[in-house]
């Protein structure tokens, strides 16, 4: 069974401060995802990742996937409020392309 | 234009009961997921159809049945309804099975009393 952890759970800072979001597991994806779920609705993707040590930017957010494609991160800067939201990592893996998500990291952005 | 759609929102019902939610994309999709998010917000991949056909069956209770009577659609039967029921279900669709961008629901709030 692939397993992703994602670091920290909880995450509260001042608009402003940078983060980085931590996505790691054992096993080894053929590709990662980044996903942002707002309340009441359904994840929506941000970007993938596919090669190991790949660096992909999306504005303020950076995203990297590990050289052993068994992790990821996601670096913001300079927050907003609008960037409160639970960032979702998803490894895709095995032999039907199933999507193996990590529990989540609760962002909240204060103003 | 709505791309993948859920129905309902919210449904509230006793335990012991049967009840369906109905998702339907139109994206042209060829492949359908249905998704459970629990209290915790952990994304559970359920099952997941290609063209109709069932692709992925995680160990999920027999009481849950997807059906997909065409590629636009992909509906979750639940019988015999428990408090453990109790999430967020989420309906999802890609391109095909290969091409792992999702695109999700808006989820269906179940609350087994």
């Known amino acids: 069974t692939q397993l992703l952890e994602q670091s920290p759970q909880f995450l509260s800072i001042q608009e402003g401060e940078n983060l980085t979001v931590y996505c790691n597991s054992s096993?080894?994806?053929?590709?990662l995802q980044w996903y942002r779920q707002e309340p009441g609705e359904g994840p929506v993707l941000l970007v993938t990742?596919?090669?190991?040590?790949e660096v992909k930017k999306l504005k303020r957010l950076t995203f990297q996937f590990g050289d052993a494609r068994k992790d990821s991160s996601l670096h913001i800067t300079a927050a907003q409020p609008g960037d409160t939201g639970l960032y979702l990592c998803?490894?895709?893996?095995?032999?039907?392309?199933?999507?193996?998500f990590g529990k989540g990291t609760l962002l909240t952005v204060n103003p | 234009d709505t791309a993948v759609s859920q129905t309902p929102k919210y449904l509230v019902t006793q335990m012991g009961n049967d009840k369906s939610i109905k998702c339907e994309q139109n994206?042209?999709?060829?492949?359908m997921y249905w998704y459970k998010q629990d209290s915790k917000k952990f994304l559970k991949i359920m099952f997941s159809?290609?063209?109709?056909?069932?692709?992925i069956n995680e160990t999920v209770p027999n009481r849950f049945s997807p059906k997909s009577p065409d590629k636009a659609h992909l509906n979750l039967h639940i019988n015999s309804l428990e408090l453990g029921d109790s999430a967020v279900y989420f309906c999802?669709?890609?391109?095909?099975?290969?091409?792992?961008?999702?695109?999700f629901g808006p989820g269906t709030r179940l609350t087994v009393l």
């Open positions: 998803a490894g895709v893996g095995g032999s039907n392309y199933k999507l193996t």
């Open positions: 994206l042209g999709h060829d492949t």
């Open positions: 096993s080894v994806f053929s590709s």
């Open positions: 990742v596919v090669t190991g040590g």
């Open positions: 999802a669709s890609s391109q095909g099975l290969f091409y792992n961008e999702q695109f």
């Open positions: 159809y290609n063209n109709k056909e069932l692709i």
